[in-house]
């Protein structure tokens, strides 16, 4: 008796085997239907151009408005397909489909369903320029978009970045040294109007003519200064180098 | 989530701060030299003298062609400029030509009076710079435009330019080689020694008022001081034997130089009325040409007691001697510079010398000089340029260059042969 009950025990390796793969089962099953993959959440896009020189208006900034969600597209003009008359097409029909009864109750019934699809659709369409609304007004700088602080003008770079590219490029132009290894370390501040107000020398290795230079570089790239953005004051450092000259 | 979200933004992207810590780099290749426009110099009384005009437009090229920073560009907008003051005149064609700085100058005749009215300016501020308004005789017409461009070296570089100083040096035009001075431009000489003897390696004091020299007008070398305005001559080493390369010190109270009163060359200590101090070197080898560290602390010398020329440097007391130089068969001739920071010399080379640059480390041995037999490297003042004597065009001359070997220019007039060359302070 005992013989048998034990030659027909099938093993803690089988049992364990099979507990496993019931375990992954059910698993992929809960996944698969309770918990469906997540959207996958957009965050607003930054475009950083660091390599040429920013676009005039690159669209890169927040509505005029800053807080109110912008409006969301027309309906009519989103490419939608004709879905109803493309649905309808798409449908083959069967081979065997016997004929209507009559031809005003196949219309009829085409006519149904095309609305029923129109209304889905439409639906659908509602859900998701809510959903966008939402998303839009929920994003950060309380539901602006685009670069942080900026008015729709600007570079599309961040403030600091582009105000060092006015620089470098009118540095190019200027700069020159008297000693080996000069630097200037520039805190600058720029008014709302984009005028430099504030011009201060944290460092220097007191080259006076490398101190000209970078004097004379801000002045010149301060004629292409845009106002910062948000409206507010800006106020930055700069280090001047010559390129290839080893740092201290 | 938001919150460390832009938290780590802000730590992350400073540039996206506004008014907060952090910098970024601006940088850019080259060197540029600073465009410098020279306009004609205007009268100021309607009276036109064009050699005035062409003098102090030679001048102020001239210096500031060799000042190493500047560019200095021809004649734009010159004789459409109304006036010379801010306001009198138009930028905007120095502006279109790409002028960084201005020079505007005028003059005013009386009698032998000149009044010389220069002023600087900064182009693209449309801003005055520096200006200055000089009176004195119209013989001192260089000396009055090499005072202004030393203010424009101190404007632009934070130093004043050696422009004013003069060099002493040795030539034989007479057929004997005598003590002369110059501008350092090579106009104005003056004849200092009439011995019709040898007179060699002349010396500046520090304050520019006299020189040391050694004659053999009393046929032993003997160590002169001479005061260059009064024209008082005092013997100060008459020492058995060579008194030669004589150096002042730093402070103008002592002076180094090489005798040979003891059996063979070596570098002793004298104050300024001749007494001996001390004696630095003791040894067998020969030991001369002595060259004084700016802060007076080290000596730098020529010796060969390692069985060539080369050169060491010892402490001012004569102690602490260590090697220098450790390339080339025979270095000699060194000279301090201003700044402490290098020290030239002169390194035999084929059938001549070079001059050499190098660090008191001995590191940075640089070669300064490739065309002729050049000797007697002697600092500006201000350390920028070097004064020295060059074989290259035939007869022995006076070069300048910058301290980097740039821009070497002939200043010697005439064919005489010229040497031992020695750039005094501003006058």
Same mark, same amino acid.
């Given at each position: 008796m005992s013989h048998t009950l034990l030659r027909n025990e099938p093993g803690f390796g089988w049992m364990l085997l099979c507990s496993t793969a019931i375990h992954l089962a059910c698993y992929f099953l809960l996944v698969e239907f309770h918990f469906p993959p997540r959207?996958?959440?957009?965050?607003?896009?930054?475009?950083?151009?660091?390599?040429?020189?920013?676009?005039? *208006?690159?669209?890169?900034? /927040? @509505?005029?408005?800053?807080?109110?969600?912008? &409006? +969301?597209?027309?309906?009519? !003009? %989103?490419?939608?397909?004709?879905?109803?008359?493309?649905?309808?097409?798409? $449908? @083959?029909?069967?081979? *065997?489909? $016997?004929?209507?009864?009559? $031809?005003? /109750?196949?219309?009829?019934? !085409?006519?149904? %369903?095309?609305?029923? !699809?129109?209304?889905?659709?439409?639906?659908?369409?509602?859900?998701?320029?809510?959903?966008?609304?939402?998303?839009?007004?929920?994003?950060? *700088?309380?539901?602006?978009? +685009?670069?942080?602080?900026?008015?729709?003008? !600007?570079?599309?770079?961040?403030?600091?970045?582009?105000?060092? &590219?006015?620089?470098?490029d009118a540095f190019r132009t200027t700069i020159s040294f008297q000693t080996k290894n000069p630097e200037v370390m520039v805190r600058l501040t720029i008014d709302r109007a984009g005028k430099v107000v504030g011009l201060h020398f944290e460092r220097s290795t007191n080259d006076r003519i490398f101190e000209d230079s970078v004097r004379r570089t801000i002045l010149k790239a301060a004629q292409t200064f845009p106002p910062p953005p948000g409206g507010e004051k800006f106020e930055y450092s700069y280090r001047f180098a010559p390129e290839g000259v080893s740092k201290k | 989530m938001k919150k460390i979200f832009l938290t780590l933004l802000a730590i992350l992207s400073p540039a996206l701060v506004h008014g907060q810590q952090g910098f970024l780099d601006v940088t850019a290749p080259g060197n540029r030299q600073l465009q410098l426009g020279i306009s004609a110099c205007k009268s100021l009384n309607g009276g036109q003298n064009p050699e005035i005009v062409k003098e102090i437009d030679d001048v102020l090229r001239f210096d500031m062609t060799l000042a190493g920073p500047f560019s200095v560009m021809s004649g734009t907008g010159g004789n459409n400029d109304s006036g010379i003051r801010p306001g009198d005149f138009n930028f905007a064609p120095w502006k279109a030509a790409g002028a960084d700085l201005l020079v505007k100058s005028g003059y005013r005749v009386s009698g032998s009076t000149l009044t010389l009215e220069f002023r600087l300016y900064d182009v693209f501020k449309e801003k005055e710079i520096v200006a200055k308004r000089y009176t004195g005789n119209i013989r001192d017409l260089r000396k009055i435009a090499h005072t202004f461009d030393d203010q424009i070296m101190l404007a632009i570089t934070g130093e004043k330019g050696p422009f004013t100083g003069k060099i002493a040096f040795v030539s034989n035009r007479t057929g004997n080689k005598e003590i002369y001075l110059m501008d350092y431009d090579g106009y104005n000489i003056q004849r200092l020694t009439r011995n019709g003897s040898i007179n060699l390696n002349p010396d500046f004091s520090p304050n520019g008022r006299e020189i040391i020299y050694t004659s053999y007008k009393r046929k032993n070398p003997n160590l002169y001081r001479r005061e260059l305005f009064t024209g008082t001559e005092a013997l100060i080493s008459a020492r058995r034997g060579v008194n030669i390369t004589g150096a002042y010190s730093p402070d103008g109270k002592r002076i180094a130089l090489t005798m040979s009163k003891d059996g063979n060359s070596e570098i002793y200590l004298i104050d300024t009325s001749g007494k001996q101090l001390a004696r630095l070197t003791n040894n067998q080898a020969i030991d001369v040409s002595p060259a004084w560290s700016p802060d007076g602390s080290h000596i730098a010398f020529t010796s060969d007691r390692l069985g060539h020329p080369q050169i060491?440097?010892?402490?001012?007391?004569?102690?602490?001697?260590?090697?220098?130089? /450790?390339?080339?068969?025979? *270095?000699?001739?060194?000279?301090?510079?201003? $700044?402490?920071?290098?020290?030239?010399?002169?390194r035999m080379e084929g059938n001549g010398f070079h001059i050499y640059a190098i660090n008191p480390d001995s590191s940075g041995d640089t070669r300064l000089t490739s065309e002729g037999s050049n000797e007697h490297p002697r600092w500006s003042p201000d350390g920028r340029f070097i004064t020295f004597s060059s074989k290259r065009g035939g007869k022995e001359a006076i070069y300048l260059m910058r301290a980097d070997g740039s821009g070497q220019t002939k200043v010697s007039r005439g064919n005489a042969g010229d040497s031992h060359p020695t750039w005094s302070t501003r006058w």
């Open positions: 959207p996958f959440k957009e965050g607003p896009v930054y475009y950083v151009d660091v390599v040429t020189l920013p676009v005039a *208006n690159p669209r890169a900034g /927040t @509505p005029s408005s800053p807080g109110r969600a912008p &409006s +969301g597209p027309a309906q009519q !003009e %989103m490419a939608l397909p004709a879905k109803s008359s493309l649905k309808a097409s798409a $449908k @083959p029909k069967p081979p *065997n489909q $016997k004929p209507a009864t009559s $031809k005003e /109750t196949a219309r009829q019934f !085409e006519e149904r %369903m095309a609305k029923i !699809e129109r209304d889905v659709d439409a639906k659908h369409h509602s859900a998701a320029l809510d959903a966008l609304q939402k998303k839009v007004a929920t994003a950060g *700088n309380g539901g602006q978009t +685009g670069m942080p602080g900026a008015k729709g003008t !600007e570079a599309g770079s961040d403030y600091a970045s582009y105000i060092r &590219s006015r620089l470098t | 060491f440097i010892m402490n001012a007391d004569g102690s602490g001697v260590r090697r220098l130089t /450790t390339s080339g068969a025979y *270095n000699d001739r060194p000279r301090w510079s201003p $700044k402490g920071d290098r020290i030239l010399y002169c």
